[in-house]
């Protein structure tokens, strides 16, 4: 009997640790991006503050900030959409240093899938906008909604975030009630955070 009571116990929780020192680290914890394979961390407070100087480590490592930023004049006409190629309503944007190059994702059932982006369609659109001037590389991206046109820039992991509610909402060919619902508390939440970006 006691080999099976190993069964009827409760399993333990998991401990998220800090992938640098393992450390456990509570709910909410800084994260990084390691540039050159463009790999999520989880990092504790220390770790995360010895990262916080962009050419720390060698650039290797870069903290990701909890920046949020709204444009609220911004807009996209629909030839500029259409040249992006993007079969679903939203994409985000992030500058990969380690490629010098700009990358557009848009979340599906299957994750985060990369798109073909022409430098013409980046420049001439979402490029163009003030909100690119602001986005720091592999840290940061720009996150494109077609309805409602909206454009927030946002954390890296705030885009992965989004696109694990995806993943985990997602139902038949529309995606479902349970999928919309979780994508429309996910931007009524980055709008709250976010504040207004100012024109210039």
């Known amino acids: ?28 914890h800084p994260h990084l991006v390691q540039v050159t394979d463009r790999r ?3 990092a504790c407070g220390p770790c995360g503050f010895l990262f916080d ?10 903290r990701v900030p909890d920046r949020y930023l709204l444009d609220p004049e911004f807009t996209l006409a629909d030839a500029q959409w259409d040249a992006l190629q993007i079969p679903v309503g939203m994409v985000f944007f992030l500058h990969n240093s380690a490629q010098g190059s700009m990358i557009a994702c848009y979340p599906s059932p299957a994750g985060a899938t990369e798109s073909e982006l022409s430098l013409d ?6 490029g163009a906008t003030a909100m690119a001037a602001e986005l720091e590389p592999d840290v940061e991206a720009l996150l494109v909604r077609r309805e409602p046109e909206t454009c927030l820039l946002v954390p890296i992991d705030a885009c992965y975030r989004l696109v694990g509610l995806v993943r985990l909402h997602w ?3 529309d995606g479902g ?11 009524a939440d980055a709008r709250e955070r976010a504040r207004t970006l100012e024109s210039r």
């Open 1 to 28: 009997m006691s080999s099976l009571r190993r069964f009827l116990t409760e399993p333990e929780p998991r401990v998220e640790r800090c992938e640098l020192c393992a450390t456990p680290v509570p709910a909410q």
């Open 40 to 42: 999520m961390l989880c």
């Open 53 to 62: 100087n962009p050419g720390a480590g060698a650039g290797a490592y870069r």
């Open 121 to 126: 369609a980046w420049s001439d659109g979402v």
């Open 171 to 173: 139902r038949g060919f």
């Open 177 to 187: 009630r349970e999928a919309r619902e979780a994508i429309e508390a996910f931007f």
